[in-house]
């Protein structure tokens, strides 16, 4: 019995999408499936003998049984089917990488970019990497970044420091970026002739609640006169910097109008504190009915100490816990401290209650007794007079630095030796042993000369 060939059984869905087929059919016409393609069904083997030339033929090539073949996307839970592509409509090769003849009718595709291109020209997204193979994801090219819409500030404007391009409200932010500037106050530096001073707003402090103020000038008798006015605003009160600020320029602008008119120093001191705690007291003066919506509100406050220094004579102010300390040339001979503490630790030693170490160890050691502003009870101004008889240096300072060097040796210790010479470098170094020691609190200190150098001499 001659051996024969099984008949392909007659298609009458598409393999590929189901859709009915008629007889004839080579493509279906709904998704263009080649049923000239269609493999033979799965397990099915002939039981004939081969004979004759159907013997003699090659078989497939073992490759063709492992043919990946496409499948169809699923549909979606929607129900939805997903959009289907015409297998005209992809190019392709063979199993043999050859390219597919083009179909009659169809326009040619266009070409692909070659192998290696790093960007589709129609989606600009990437479809390969470097290192070969598929990427995990296909991340987007960045946007080119928009150019920031500002115009040119007018003169004067501060602009901010971060973007160099917003200017900076009266809060101290920046209206484009919002960048929090540094306030102008937070470190200053002024050397003012033969005298200096340095303020910082230390490590812990959000902003600086001390102000300085120095200057010099001359006496009637031309004799020069070296002014410096540290002032320390006291937290617990309200607007402390402005308080600070203010008794400060108040006390300055005094003595730098009494003394060349030929004012005693020591009056003219007195009379620079007095001025300052009207300038703080002036601070809290508020619109009718205010105090009543705020009961617990704190006036303005702060403290000062200031110096003045002649070619004889120099003088100290002080109300507060401020200090002024000084310090000899020669180093042989006892530094001293000038000023006594409005505090309660000095009030304790002072009433032989406690000892100067035991009533600073206590934790009220620094609740002051005395300061400047509204809420004061009864301004005491202190000022005392020496005539050193040798020269040396003054250091006038808040709380912010001699926490770290309290006893007049341990200012002597870290004040370097050519303090006259180099005033400027000196503040440095004591506002630096400061914010070495931790900084806790801010640090203002000016360092003055004895006796006020005749080069030094001049209108401020």
């Known amino acids: 019995m001659m051996s024969q060939m099984p008949q392909p059984t007659a298609l009458s869905r598409c393999p590929n999408c189901e859709e009915p087929l008629e007889s004839g059919d080579r493509f279906c016409g709904a998704c263009g499936y080649d049923l000239s393609a269609v493999p033979p069904r799965p397990g099915d083997s002939p039981t004939l003998t081969l004979s004759g030339a159907l013997a003699s033929a090659q078989p497939p090539p073992p490759e063709a049984a492992s043919v990946d073949w496409p499948h169809a996307p699923e549909t979606s839970t929607s129900g939805t089917p997903a959009p289907v592509h015409l297998a005209t409509d992809l190019p392709g090769t063979d199993s043999g990488e050859t390219a597919l003849p083009a179909v009659p ?29 598929e990427p995990d994801e296909y991340p987007l090219q960045a946007p080119v970044p928009r150019a920031a819409e500002t115009s040119t500030p007018p003169a004067g404007t501060k602009v901010c420091v971060a973007c160099r391009a917003g200017r900076v409200d ?6 484009n970026c919002g960048h929090a ?40 008798d031309r004799a020069p006169a070296l002014v410096a006015i540290v002032c320390d605003g006291v937290s617990s009160a309200t607007r402390p910097d402005e308080a600070s600020l203010a008794a400060s320029r108040a006390a300055g602008n005094l003595l730098m109008t009494a003394l060349p008119q030929g004012t005693h120093p020591q009056q003219a001191m007195h009379d620079a504190i007095i001025a300052a705690s009207h300038a703080v007291n002036a601070l809290a003066e508020e619109p009718a009915g205010a105090r009543e919506h705020s009961p617990h509100h704190n006036s303005p406050a702060c403290t000062l100490v200031g110096s003045i220094v002649t070619p004889t004579l120099l003088v100290v102010g002080w109300v507060g816990d401020s200090r002024a300390y000084w310090v000899p040339l020669d180093r042989s001979t006892a530094p001293a401290r000038l000023t006594e503490d409005d505090s309660w630790a000095a009030q304790m ?112």
């Not at 306030?183 to 490590?203: F, I, K, N, S």
């Open 105 to 133: 009718g169809r326009p040619p595709m266009p070409d692909l970019p070659p192998t290696g291109s790093r960007v589709s020209p129609a989606t600009g997204v990437r479809f390969d990497r470097a290192g070969g193979g």
């Open 170 to 175: 009266l809060d101290g932010y920046c209206e």
């Open 181 to 220: 500037q540094p306030r102008e106050r937070d470190h200053m530096e002024d050397e003012v002739g033969p005298l200096a001073a340095v303020t910082d707003r230390g490590l812990r402090h959000h902003r600086n609640e001390d102000a300085y103020a120095i200057s010099h000038t001359t006496l009637p």
């Open 349 to 460: 030693v002072a009433a032989g209650l406690m000892n100067e170490a035991e009533a600073y160890a206590d934790e009220r050691a620094h609740a002051i007794t005395g300061w400047l502003g509204a809420d004061a009870y009864e301004l005491e101004p202190h000022t005392a007079s020496f005539k050193p008889d040798r020269p040396g240096v003054v250091v006038v300072c808040t709380d912010g630095l001699w926490n770290y060097a309290e006893s007049a040796d341990e200012m002597a210790e870290i004040l370097p030796p050519d303090a006259v010479s180099r005033p400027l470098h000196a503040a440095r170094v004591l506002v630096g042993h400061a914010l070495d020691g931790g900084g806790h609190d801010n640090v203002t200190v000016a360092v003055v000369p004895f006796p006020a150098p005749s080069q030094g001499a001049g209108s401020a």
